[in-house]
């Protein structure tokens, strides 16, 4: 989806949720003339499982929301179009918290403590100044839907990828220049809308069976700051991970990375070198693979993806015309190779 009216949010007129699959709860109203505390006086006393707090002008969430036990039973907080900074700390009292809404705020960034939020099932922020987002929201094991539409993205944490319910994911409009590699092993990720990204030259390869939406992606073209590498095949150029973009060229053939080899290590050797006395960084590099082998009779663990192959399958491009590039991951030579004369299982 690309516009800031996502899943359960309302136009600018209607006050109603009006999705047939929503919660049969019964639901306040959202009106203007209504006050803030009178929607929460309101909803404390008769109970409402959905709170509507739109159009509110508030600056900061309601901090009596956290503070009593009598908002323990709220599902949904809509909280569109207000002026929200950031988020606080404990949302995670709300144990109860299936939805939550926060289109058209100003907020700039996430508390860490996101990922305390289990209950969580859907998270809309499109329309704000998010310019990361943290790495522990890979603990909302509940998160179905993330709508981060209309923000100032250039990564996405590739934790993202461990949200074993995700089921949509949506980051239109952001400055994304690419993609976590192994997003399409997201087990229950069934789609996934990157238009409008200007900077995303291509999507991974895991994502080949996925509905993707990619139009006006990588209509910029960008050659500064040294992020950026020149790698035409075909009169294709793409993204290229900083670690091997020193050592990839035109007439060479690419080498493993020392990273790529001393992940490879640790991983394999974890009970020998004890991995828990590791620095945390290094441990959480080392255990978690950013892709696996593209050649689909290998399958090897990888971690920084060193063997970067474009490529652009007729299968795709027949499905999808404005498709990007897609990018094929290999452990070796003789599997890039292989991945070439054979890019999908026979
Ligand atoms: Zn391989």
């Known amino acids: 989806m690309n516009t800031d009216e996502g899943i359960g949010s309302q136009s600018d007129m209607s006050s109603v949720i009006c999705g047939s699959t929503r919660s049969s709860s019964v639901a306040v109203e959202d009106s203007e003339a209504s ?32 503070q009593e036990n009598a908002y323990q039973h709220i599902k949904g907080i809509y909280l569109k179009r207000n002026l929200l900074q950031t988020l606080p700390t404990n ?47 890979q603990h909302c094991s509940s998160l179905e839907t993330l709508n981060l539409d209309k923000n100032f993205l250039k990564v996405l944490p590739r934790q993202i990828t461990l949200l074993h319910r995700l089921e949509e994911l949506s980051v239109t409009g952001n400055k994304l220049v690419y993609l976590p590699m192994d997003l399409g092993y997201c087990p229950s990720l069934q789609k996934v809308y990157a238009d409008n990204n200007p900077y995303l030259k291509a999507i991974p390869f895991s994502l080949w069976s996925k509905t993707v939406g990619t139009y006006s992606c990588g209509t910029e073209t960008i050659c500064d700051s040294g992020l950026y590498a020149e790698f035409k095949e075909a009169n294709m150029s793409a993204y290229i991970p900083h670690e091997i973009q020193s050592i990839r060229s035109k007439n060479s053939s690419p080498v493993s990375t020392l990273l790529e080899i001393s992940y490879r290590y640790v991983n394999k050797q974890q009970g020998i070198l004890k991995i828990e006395s590791l620095p945390r960084s290094v441990r959480e590099q080392a255990v978690t693979a950013t892709a696996h082998c593209e050649f689909h009779g290998c399958s090897r663990q990888l971690f920084t993806g060193c063997y970067p192959h474009l490529l652009k399958h007729p299968i795709t491009t027949l499905q999808q015309p404005n498709s990007t590039t897609f990018i094929g991951l290999c452990c070796s030579l003789k599997c890039l190779d292989l991945f070439s004369r054979f890019p999908l299982p026979l």
């Open 35 to 66: 006050s803030a505390s009178e929607v929460l006086h309101d909803c404390q006393v008769h109970g409402h499982q959905l709170l509507y707090l739109n159009y509110k002008g508030l600056t900061k969430f309601p901090a009596q929301l956290l």
């Open 91 to 137: 949302l995670k009292t709300l144990t109860n918290l299936k939805e939550l809404y926060l289109p058209s705020n100003k907020i700039i960034d996430l508390p860490d403590e996101i990922g305390k939020m289990r209950a969580l099932m859907t998270l809309v922020l499109n329309h704000n100044l998010l310019t990361s987002l943290p790495s522990e929201i």
